[in-house]
């Protein structure tokens, strides 16, 4: 799915990178009755050199990727092909997973592939706070709050609304009977997974409720601070099946609030030897020795002149005045 971009300029002409792996198209394929969003019905894979596929190749492969975030760089506005990276901080997992399937049956028409977005609630939320601009916050109405997702290294994440599950990183075949047929499961590490068709590649339904996941850290119930709709939870992306037992296996992160306020105590120290620096320096400074002869002090007025004794003594009261 990666398209040929041009570079910037010619010193970039010299390098050896290419530079079609830094773009990606978010165009879906597929027939209508399977995902009637399509772009196009799915593409036929060309085959190289004219070398025909195997008569007796059949099934259906697999893949997924990251495809950018709703507002990527395009260097065409009528084209869906991003460059996820070009802000320059963006890793290319930062993004929107899509899952790719060739089919070789029927090997008659030849391979096809079609490709899905993988659209869970965020996914929505994200369209709707950058398409809409009373989501996007006013500085002139305080009431109205920028609840857009924005990328932070390799998450996406809203303040009021939580952190984006973009779920673009690996797949788990399940089958928990004989009697059923196989279901897929497509992860990412902050987020629950989420079961999806695999023939339509739809979304079917995440595995535990939003409540049964605990967030990665409890930091925010310090500020009294509602719980985020999208709650960012850390999880494995690569669970396993066991395929005796018929159980899954994966893991919940999470940190308590007083492993995380730990964390502060080394800076503790380091501001408290910070603090003592500075007063080493005004120490210094408004405490200098002046390391001089005693008889230079006193022509220079160091010491003032020794004051004589006019004490006197009253003999009836027999004290000094």
């Not at 899905?116 to 929505?124: D, F, S, V």
């Not at 730990?262 to 005004?282: H, M, N, R, T």
Request: charged share 25%.
């Amino acid at each position: 799915m990666n398209q040929t971009v041009s570079t910037h300029s010619k010193s970039d002409s010299n390098k050896t990178f290419p530079a079609s792996v830094l773009s990606v198209s978010r165009d879906e394929f597929g027939y209508p009755e399977d995902n009637p969003n399509a772009q196009s019905p799915p593409l036929t894979l060309k085959e190289k050199d004219g070398k025909p596929l195997p008569t007796d190749l059949q099934g259906h492969a697999f893949i997924i990727g990251a495809t950018g975030s709703i507002n990527s760089y395009r260097p065409d506005v009528t084209s869906n092909t991003v460059w996820p990276s070009h802000d320059g901080t963006t890793p290319l997992y930062n993004g929107d997973g899509m899952v790719y399937r060739i089919d070789f049956e029927p090997l008659t028409e030849g391979a096809k592939l079609s490709a899905r977005q993988i659209k869970a609630p965020c996914y929505y939320a994200d369209i709707a706070t950058n398409h809409c601009q009373k989501y996007q916050g006013s500085e002139g109405n305080p009431k109205l709050t920028d609840l857009r997702f924005k990328n932070l290294g390799i998450t996406r994440v809203s303040g009021p609304l939580g952190t984006r599950n973009q779920l673009n990183t690996a797949f788990l075949p399940l089958k928990f009977s004989e009697a059923e047929h196989e279901r897929l499961l497509v992860t990412w590490d902050v987020g629950r997974p989420y079961e999806i068709d695999p023939k339509t590649l739809e979304i079917v339904t995440p595995v535990g409720k939003n409540s049964e996941w605990e967030e990665v850290n409890e930091v925010e119930k310090l500020f009294f601070k509602p719980t985020t709709p999208f709650k960012t939870i850390q999880s494995s992306a690569h669970p396993v099946f066991d395929p005796y037992t018929h159980e899954m296996f994966t893991v919940n992160v999470g940190r308590s609030l007083s492993n995380v306020l730990s964390q502060f105590i080394p800076l503790v120290y380091l501001g408290k030897e910070f603090l003592d620096w500075i007063k080493k320096q005004f120490h210094k400074l408004y405490c200098k020795k002046v390391e001089k002869p005693a008889e230079e002090l006193l022509q220079v007025g160091y010491f003032p002149p020794p004051r004589k004794n006019t004490s006197k003594i009253c003999f009836k009261c027999l004290r000094t005045l």
